[in-house]
């Protein structure tokens, strides 16, 4: 699938991945409801149901108390959007018919979001077990692939790598769908939010059927002739075009971050770490009082060579894998060793001496691991580079 402007081809098979009910309608109701009336299959996964969302009209609010009789509510809105965009194949992130095989179905809950100081959408402090920020990214890229393995698609449709404006379940979703797209082979297309992509959809032809998919989600906006408003009641218009960008599938992220890999391989990691740490510690013991002469000034090689052995491999740890956890297992082997090292042996000998040398380096790797520790992650540090959508899902 080259773009969406002339998808006659009824082996079109295009699968939209959101994270909560109404996005479908907000960001890609009028292309859903045109590649639908070309004869285009089309599927529409939703991630969660919005337990955590807000809810605007007065006679509703009571829905706020239960965010299992909301998500109730909202899942009736959305098979109401669904309708009225001409959708028969919508799913739920997790059920039978979009779970990796042989494993048990489960229930991917709305994450939430708060409003950080920079005006991005930002993750929660604590997020329950099931939330879909919480869920490890490659266990929701197994669940998308598996919908992309059943139906076939031709092109998958989500985020941008911002989720649009920052929320954490759009910006798992993102990188779950884009990440699946490119292990099934499978086109990427991202949502615009600058409304400036390359592949434009003029859907003035579907606006009425976009129009009806809005006002079914009553609890998340109001419609106002041809503007609705979110729960901050600012008006924007209903838009009659609709941009995507084909993403490169092959430039993708393929690393997934250490916190977000299954707990089995988290303990992997670390145990190798620990067993490292030791190695280094042991071999930087043994050259760390090693030293030589370049004229008449003394070198001190043996303990040049442990610092930067073993400050590398603690930082390197942090930097790569923005983990703490692993650095301080690293300097723990490092420190273990250096310490049993320092005792002396049977014969009385003392392989790490109370001189300049030794007090170095028996030290130094808790003052490099402090530093490691309170060193920030700067890989989730990111610029704002668009107005945020003032929506909660």
């Not at 007065?58 to 965010?67: F, H, K």
């Not at 708060?114 to 329950?128: F, I, M």
Request: net charge negative.
């Amino acid at each position: 699938m080259s773009d969406f402007t002339a998808p006659s081809d009824p082996a079109e098979r295009v699968l939209f991945v959101h994270a909560h009910p109404d996005d479908e309608s907000i960001t890609t109701g009028g292309t859903i409801a045109t590649l639908v009336s070309a004869g285009a299959a089309v599927t529409v996964l939703t991630c969660t149901r919005g337990e955590l969302g807000e809810v605007i009209p007065d006679e509703l609010q009571y829905l706020l108390d239960s965010g299992d009789e909301l998500a109730a509510y909202r899942e009736g809105e959305l098979a109401e959007a669904m309708r009225a965009l001409g959708v028969t194949d919508h799913r739920y992130l997790g059920e039978a018919n979009a779970r990796w095989v042989d494993l048990e179905p489960r229930r991917y809950l709305d994450s939430g979001m708060r409003w950080g100081a920079s005006g991005t959408a930002e993750a929660l402090d604590s997020s329950d077990e099931p939330s879909l920020a919480a869920a490890p990214v490659s266990a929701v890229t197994a669940d998308i692939a598996a919908v992309i393995s059943d139906i076939a698609a031709t092109a998958v449709v989500s985020y941008d790598e911002r989720g649009g404006y920052g929320h954490p379940d759009h910006v798992r979703a993102h990188d779950a769908a884009r990440r699946a797209a490119e292990v099934m082979g499978v086109p990427y297309f991202e949502i615009a939010t600058d409304a400036r992509g390359p592949v434009v959809v003029d859907v003035t032809p579907v606006a009425d059927r976009k129009r009806a998919a809005l006002a079914a989600h009553r609890t998340q906006l109001t419609l106002d002739g041809d503007t609705f408003a979110l729960s901050n009641g600012v008006s924007q218009p209903i838009g009659v075009t609709e941009s995507f960008r084909r993403v490169s599938t092959e430039a993708a992220d393929e690393s997934v971050p250490f916190r977000e890999q299954t707990v089995g391989v988290k303990i992997g990691v670390a145990a190798l770490v620990l067993v490292l740490g030791a190695l280094i510690g042991t071999l930087m013991t043994a050259v760390h009082q090693s030293s030589g002469t370049v004229g008449d000034l003394a070198v001190p090689w043996g303990l040049a060579l442990a610092l930067v052995a073993s400050t590398g491999f603690v930082v390197g740890l942090r930097v790569l894998t923005g983990s703490r956890i692993l650095p301080i297992l690293a300097t723990v082997g490092i420190m273990g060793v250096t310490a049993y090292l320092a005792s002396p042996t049977v014969g009385g000998s003392v392989i790490v001496p109370a001189n300049f040398a030794g007090v170095i380096w028996t030290f130094a790797p808790a003052v490099v691991i402090l530093v490691a520790v309170a060193w920030p992650n700067l890989s989730r540090i990111t610029p704002v580079t668009a107005e945020p959508q003032p929506h909660r899902g």
